[in-house]
């Protein structure tokens, strides 16, 4: 009977892991009552099980002869050690590269970490939250000492009484969370968003202020300016829990309200009254997302951000502090376990000699062994075929010709490879350019643990039979490890991999030695830090003292700069990029859920009447956009939701929709974050509304295989 023999386990799509109950024959999905979505699913959770048994679904390993056909997995794995082995011996070990995902369970992160370093003994392994929220790590870690999403629980959110979303349009991208808004409405509490456009997020608050792209650290700094000169700064707070203050005063001094004004477009009332929301609650948040990271300069940004959340004396007070949304499944467990090119596991790090020797003594292998750090994502990609570069890449849970920055230039890349493998549920725009595509399990079919934006620690769990014929990544890399002649030190079991990821990380920074399967069933999910079994787990950081050394948080001075690229003659209007809700990510998935895909088909640009009127553009028209990089063609919107000097496109297509085909790869300093959120173009009308796009489907891939998305 329906309902008696469900499986709880979680949705495969973003970081707020809402819980789901699935009953496999037939199959029937419905939400589960988990504290982070309580009965709530967003359409993408509601259809994820349209992708069990969806008729594009790799069922066979595919190697490239002239095209790519299918194959056994003995030919696939014999042609992947094969070329693995010759690269090495030519070009030595870090000619073989290995590129993760934050939707891999932690147990996958942290044995593609493993396979790297042990296996292929490279130190190019580097992973996509590079593109996601790495500039809140860095910016975190410099001033708290780590790094969690939230260091509270979401449900904390619906108890304070001010909040300010930075760049973060949750309707759309984590709907059920919006219960913890409209609950913290309801008790009263003031909403501030921070976004160029009036999405659904900002038109439900009580202050929107609407910045220019890319200029949210001078608004950031004229509050904490005027905070300072009405004295809401908090001095009891700052002199007993920071260090560092009086470099920032110092720094802000400069940021008057007129002059921020000038440079934001955001008038100086509506930043008094933003200052006066924060200084008067009780309690108050400050919460960033992907609209403020990620830019050239968007780890100062944050910096910006928590420099007033600090002087304001929010973090590790009851129902208040900074934190950042997560994006993917495991975003936060994704960037803890060693996927990441400097980092070991919990959060340990590769250059440190006391780390090297703990996780090595785990592994079994001598410290002397493992390599060093290697370059970030794109910095890996954008050498890829080069002297001294990656020449065999392994790809496993991203889709980097979607979404990584200068689609044209990394597409080039992957194309002077001399091997590459993909590992995917679907071929993907990467896969079809693969020399071997590996098919794999997806979520239903497979167990795991991930850790969610607010830090819980919970299981994946097997719900139905994965297809004959596919994998999972964890017994793929297994036998590849074999094959090298390494297979004594892997094990594919998921609850083997994650008691030995407990231990590996055991009194580092994200702490899972306390962490079991059955914890996460008794508790629904356990918070890190968790060293031992009897440690309740953590789901408030902070609360007494910082991870610094001396315990306390730091202040960091930081200067707004100009964006990498301005908007110029050629290139007159400012393009940022970001989501729908219906679409997930370079949209592997969501392109081929039926219900999804009827609901938003096409990849709309949103535009400002005045904007479309310069280009004399109606609603619904197509219009291309250029940039230095390249084109793209988009449907219209004309919307007055969106700041007069801006377009808005979503980056879930490739083809010739690709919005990446426009991004500027220029990196933040700190993070090597590409700027996706700003760059200059040009807008053309090429089309009236009842012209077809072009078709968005990468060109054919020198593939003959049917694929229906
Ligand atoms: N539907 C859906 N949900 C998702 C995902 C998805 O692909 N689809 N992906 C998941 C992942 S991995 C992530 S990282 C999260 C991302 O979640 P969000 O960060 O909420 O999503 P984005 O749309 O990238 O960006 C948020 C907002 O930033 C605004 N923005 C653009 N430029 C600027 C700027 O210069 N300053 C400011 N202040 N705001 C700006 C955009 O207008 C946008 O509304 O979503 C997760 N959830
Ligand atoms: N212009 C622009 N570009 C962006 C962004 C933006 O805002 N604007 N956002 C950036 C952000 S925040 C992110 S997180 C990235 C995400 O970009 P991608 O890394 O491309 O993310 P996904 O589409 O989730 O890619 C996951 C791929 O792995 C497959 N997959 C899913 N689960 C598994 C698994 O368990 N194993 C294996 N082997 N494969 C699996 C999926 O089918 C899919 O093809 O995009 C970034 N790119
Ligand atoms: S909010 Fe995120 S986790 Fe929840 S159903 Fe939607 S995509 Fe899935
Ligand atoms: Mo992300």
């Not at 190019?124 to 939230?150: E, I, K």
């Not at 009036?198 to 009580?206: E, G, L, P, Q």
């Not at 998935?589 to 535009?607: G, S």
Request: aromatic share 6%.
């Amino acid at each position: 009977m329906p309902g008696t023999d469900h499986v709880a386990t979680h949705c495969p799509y973003c970081s707020l892991q809402c819980g789901i109950r699935l009953v496999s024959d037939p199959v029937d999905l419905t939400p589960d009552d988990f504290p982070t979505n309580r009965g709530g699913l967003c359409a993408k959770g509601w259809t994820a099980a349209e992708l069990l048994g969806h008729p594009g679904r790799l069922l066979t390993p595919l190697v490239r002869t002239d095209r790519l056909r299918p194959a056994s997995w003995t030919e696939a794995l014999d042609r992947i050690t094969a070329a693995i082995q010759a690269s090495q011996r030519r070009y030595g070990p870090d000619s073989v590269g290995c590129f993760g995902g934050g939707g891999l369970t932690n147990e996958k992160a942290y044995l593609l970490g493993k396979f790297a370093r042990v296996a292929l003994r490279t130190s190019a392994v580097d992973y996509n939250g590079r593109f996601c929220m790495s500039s809140a790590a860095v910016a975190a870690n410099r001033a708290f000492g780590m790094d969690r999403g939230l260091p509270f629980p979401l449900a904390d959110i619906a108890e304070t009484s001010a909040l300010m979303l930075v760049g973060a349009n949750p309707l759309a991208t984590m709907p059920p969370a919006a219960r913890y808004l409209d609950a913290g409405k309801a008790n009263g509490a003031t909403h501030i968003v921070i976004d160029p456009r009036t999405t659904a997020t900002a038109a439900r608050a009580d202050l929107h202020l609407q910045p220019a792209v890319g200029t949210d650290l001078a608004l950031a700094n004229g509050i904490l300016h005027v905070a300072i000169r009405e004295g809401y700064a908090d001095d009891g707070y700052i002199t007993e829990r920071t260090t560092g203050f009086d470099a920032v005063r110092a720094s802000v001094a400069g940021y008057w309200p007129d002059r921020v004004e000038r440079i934001t477009g955001v008038p100086e009332h509506r930043i008094k009254q933003a200052v006066r929301t924060l200084g008067e609650a009780g309690s108050a948040m400050i919460i960033t997302a992907r609209g403020a990271e990620q830019h050239g300069n968007g780890t100062d940004t944050t910096q910006a951000f928590i420099n007033l959340a600090l002087a304001l004396g929010l973090p590790g007070r009851p129902m208040s502090g900074y934190g950042t949304m997560t994006g993917q499944g495991n975003g936060q467990g994704g960037r803890e376990h060693g996927q990441k090119a400097d980092q070991l596991p919990g959060y340990r790090r590769l250059a440190d000699p006391a780390d090297r020797a703990h996780v090595a003594s785990v592994w079994g292998v001598d410290p002397a062994e493992l390599p060093g750090p290697g370059l970030s994502a794109f910095e890996m990609l954008d050498r890829l075929g080069t002297e001294g570069g990656v020449r065999v890449l392994l790809v496993f849970g991203s889709n980097p010709v979607v979404s990584a920055p200068d689609r044209d230039r990394v597409l080039n890349r992957l194309r002077t490879l001399d091997f590459l493998v993909v590992s995917d549920i679907f071929l993907s725009e990467t896969a079809v350019e693969a020399d071997v595509v590996l098919p794999t399990t997806q979520w239903a079919e497979e167990d795991g643990t991930l850790t969610t934006v607010e830090g819980r620690v919970v299981r994946r769990r097997r719900a139905v039979t994965p297809p004959l014929g596919v994998r999972d990544d964890l017994a793929m890399l297994t036998e590849l490890a074999g094959r090298l002649g390494r297979g004594r030190f892997f094990d594919a079991d998921p609850r083997r991999v994650f008691d030995e990821l407990r231990r590996a990380s055991a009194g580092g920074i994200a702490d899972y030695n306390g962490i079991s399967y059955e914890r996460i069933d008794r508790e629904q999910g356990v918070f890190w830090p968790c060293p031992s079994n009897d440690h309740p787990g953590t789901p408030r950081l902070f609360t007494e003292r910082f991870a610094t050394p001396d315990g306390r948080a730091r202040f960091v001075p930081v200067e707004q700069r100009d964006p990498a690229e301005a908007p110029d003659r050629d290139y007159p209007c400012v393009l940022t990029t970001g989501r729908t809700m219906q679409q997930y990510q370079s949209g592997t998935q969501t392109r081929r859920t039926p219900t999804l895909a009827a609901a938003v088909p096409e990849p709309c640009a949103e535009l400002h009447p005045d904007l479309a009127r310069r280009y004399g553009v109606a609603d619904g028209d197509l219009v291309e956009l250029r940039s230095r990089r390249g084109r793209g063609v988009f449907r219209a919107v004309v919307t007055d939701g969106v700041r007069p000097d801006t377009v808005f496109a979503p980056f879930h297509w490739g083809g010739s929709s690709s919005a990446n085909a426009l991004t500027n790869p220029v990196l933040d300093p700190l993070s090597r974050m590409p700027a996706f959120k700003s760059c200059a173009v040009s807008i053309t009308r090429v089309g009236g509304a009842t012209d077809p796009l072009p078709a968005v489907a990468e060109p054919a891939g020198n593939t003959d295989l049917e694929d229906p998305c």
